[in-house]
């Protein structure tokens, strides 16, 4: 069994920081890429910022410059660090892990900004 935890959601004041944390626990075996989306009400989820498979990273254009995507391949944890946050950050977070050949998905953290 391979289980994606996500944490640091919350609610937070327009200007401000949070960081997201995604650990990833049980047998896995290999992990090819490592990212984060996000979905506003009504919308549809979208790409925030992920590492290609060239180890690089990409971010959406509405994001570049705030948000930072980073990972600890020994706890096999990814994290979105987020500052300069803006109303238009709302959202649930869901982080998403390719695993062992499969795509796994995190029960999403909400984050809400407020203006």
């Known amino acids: 069994q391979v289980q994606l935890v996500e944490s640091g959601g919350g609610l937070v004041q327009y200007g401000g920081s949070l960081r997201l944390s995604c650990a990833a626990s049980?047998?896995?075996?290999?992990?090819?890429?490592m990212g984060w989306y996000r979905q506003a009400p009504g919308k549809q989820r979208e790409l925030v910022a992920t590492f290609t498979r060239g180890g690089s990273t990409d971010y959406a254009d509405s994001v570049k410059g705030r948000f930072t995507i980073s990972r600890d391949n020994a706890k096999n944890t990814v994290y979105l660090q987020m500052n300069s946050l803006k109303p238009e950050d709302t959202a649930v977070y869901y982080c998403?892990?390719?695993?062992?050949?499969?795509?796994?998905w995190g029960q999403g953290t909400q984050v809400t900004v407020s203006s």
């Open positions: 049980g047998s896995i075996f290999s992990i090819n890429s």
């Open positions: 998403n892990i390719l695993i062992n050949g499969y795509n796994r």
